[in-house]
């Protein structure tokens, strides 16, 4: 039986691009978001490292949280603006 590989590193998210351009950091993210998120997922994040459907969930609300303490007139993005998988 042939196994399929699953591709995992996926390369630079646009997360990574629209975390820099609103000059936020992982820690801003984590802080953002009163539930479990840690540095580490932000990071994989970013880098495009898959994640599963609810740490993406998990990365996109406290995104959007940490977007509008920047900018208040801030319009939300989904998991396909953040995530090119």
């Known amino acids: 039986m042939e196994e399929r590989k699953i591709e995992r590193n996926l390369g630079p998210q646009p ?3 629209k975390m820099e351009e ?3 950091s992982n820690h801003a993210l984590v802080e ?3 539930g ?3 540095h580490k997922s932000v990071s ?3 880098k495009g490292r898959r994640l599963t459907i609810h ?3 998990l990365v996109v609300g406290a995104f ?3 977007a509008r303490a920047v900018k208040p007139d801030w319009t939300d993005l989904s998991k396909k603006d ?3 998988y």
């Open 82 to 84: 953040l995530f090119s």
């Open 22 to 24: 609103l000059g936020l």
């Open 36 to 38: 479990q998120l840690s």
């Open 44 to 46: 994989m994040a970013r």
């Open 55 to 57: 740490m993406q969930e």
């Open 15 to 17: 997360i990574d691009a």
């Open 32 to 34: 953002a978001w009163p």
């Open 64 to 66: 959007n949280n940490a």
